[in-house]
């Protein structure tokens, strides 16, 4: 990435105070609404890091996003992973869009002494070296954003005991989810990239066949 100051966010109420949110109801999870967040002005002259994981789905953020060796562009509504202490950068654009979608935003402590401390860890979609965005279809997103609503519900009611390992068990079946969802956009690429070679395949055949060769030589 290129050389400029890194501003770390450390929790998720600082997160909600420097993007112009209320207060989270929970210091350790939080649902947000992209509609409501405020950038900063100076958003693109910094590097970011967060101590939290972040998972989301956005529409219309007039901005790219460099993670990584990557730059990626949520005009389209895509679904996109990070975890805590990884780099990024926000680059806002001019054009004006309708934002929405969401963000989940969960501190490791929110995992502590649950199956899920381990398991996050091997889900491979949050680790940038290998990180590509999701695209989602919309029986995909629906999907996901029922899960959304389910532990916003569950965290603004009357926190108990349960509370925790329901949460915990809607985060788990939307990473089980993301998992077989980028399982699929992984075999269609397969199946599109095998098709891309069939068909030069085909073309090269066509070529070596006829008299092509012989008149015009070697294509480049």
């Known amino acids: 990435m290129e050389q400029r100051p890194t501003k770390r966010i450390k929790t998720i109420s600082e997160f ?22 405020v950038r900063p002005d100076d958003i693109s002259e910094a590097n970011w890091v967060l101590d939290f994981y972040q998972i989301s ?8 996003m460099k993670y990584g060796q990557q730059q990626y562009d949520f005009d389209e509504g895509i679904m996109f992973f990070v975890s805590p202490n990884q780099v990024f950068r926000i680059a806002p654009e001019s054009n004006k869009a309708e934002r929405s979608g ?3 935003l969960v501190h490791p402590d929110f995992f502590w002494n649950t199956s899920l401390a381990k398991t996050i860890k091997r889900c491979e979609f949050f680790d940038y070296s290998v990180n590509e965005a999701l695209f989602l279809s919309d029986k995909e997103e629906r999907i996901l954003n029922d899960i959304i609503d389910n532990i916003k519900q569950e965290y603004h009611a009357n926190i108990d005991k349960f509370s925790q390992n329901i949460i915990i068990s809607h985060i788990e079946t939307m990473l089980n989810y993301s998992e077989r969802f980028y399982n699929r956009q ?12 069939d068909r030069l395949g085909t073309l090269l055949r066509n070529y070596f066949n006829d008299e092509h060769l012989l008149a015009k030589g070697l294509r480049s």
């Open 186 to 197: 992984f075999l269609t690429r397969e199946k599109l990239n095998h098709q891309i070679l």
């Open 57 to 64: 789905i956005k529409r219309g953020i007039n901005a790219k």
């Open 102 to 104: 969401w963000m989940l």
């Open 16 to 37: 909600h105070r420097l993007r112009g949110l209320p207060k989270p109801e929970h210091p350790l999870i939080s649902v947000v609404d992209y509609s409501e967040i």
